[in-house]
């Protein structure tokens, strides 16, 4: 659908709030208003890290980007460098990360969907930490149990607004002396 032809609905009236609502529902936070009461915002990821037993049971919401995800008996987990969120809680596309952090969900969750690379937001509660190894070293993670987790859809670029000039109306004769475009 063109924006031309979503304005144009604007003259009948019955069409406004569908198009309000569209365009206010992009904007909602990614995790429900009712964990998101319950969530603590005081702690930074990098004070859980150093000593994750010290806040267990408190609620928090991390975002990152996924390193790797499997299936165990306990349920899935998922290891995530975490970085910065917006006010969304959406993590943002920059090089700044307090660390690593596994994320445990109590269920099946296809690792083929939750595969490296894949932005995601987890809301959960603090379990303590778990030692695995990460290359030559012991790496001391974070273990939160998944509350709530969404996965942040992947962005398209487009370096020109593809509802105004469609790759294809780039013909020979577009331009003058030739009256006709390409439609």
């Given at each position: 659908m063109s924006i031309y032809h979503m304005l144009s609905t604007l003259k009948n009236v019955k069409c406004?709030?569908?198009?309000?609502?569209?365009?206010v529902s992009g904007c909602a936070p990614v995790i429900s208003k009712e964990l998101r009461t319950q969530i603590t915002t005081d702690i930074a990821f990098r004070?859980?890290?150093?000593?994750?037993?010290?806040y267990?049971?408190?609620?928090?919401?991390?975002?990152?980007?996924?390193?790797?995800?499997k299936n165990v008996e306990e349920g899935t987990l998922i290891e995530i460098l975490q970085k910065p969120t917006d006010r969304r809680g959406r993590p943002k596309d920059v090089d700044e990360s307090g660390g690593r952090f596994i994320a445990l969900y109590d269920g099946y969750l296809d690792v083929a969907l939750y595969a490296q690379g894949r932005r995601v937001t987890v809301a959960?509660?603090?379990?303590?930490?778990?030692?695995q190894?990460?290359?030559?070293?012991e790496y001391q993670y974070p273990l939160i149990a998944i509350r709530e987790i969404h996965l942040v859809k992947e962005e398209k670029y487009y370096p020109y607004p593809y509802w105004?000039?469609?790759p294809y109306c780039y013909s020979p004769w577009w331009y003058y002396p030739y009256p006709y475009t390409c439609w």
């Open positions: 406004i709030p569908c198009i309000a609502a569209l365009f004070q859980v890290r150093e000593n994750p037993d010290a267990k049971g408190r609620l928090l919401l991390w975002g990152g980007v996924i390193v790797g995800a959960g509660e603090i379990k303590g930490k778990r030692v190894p990460l290359g030559d070293i105004w000039y469609p």
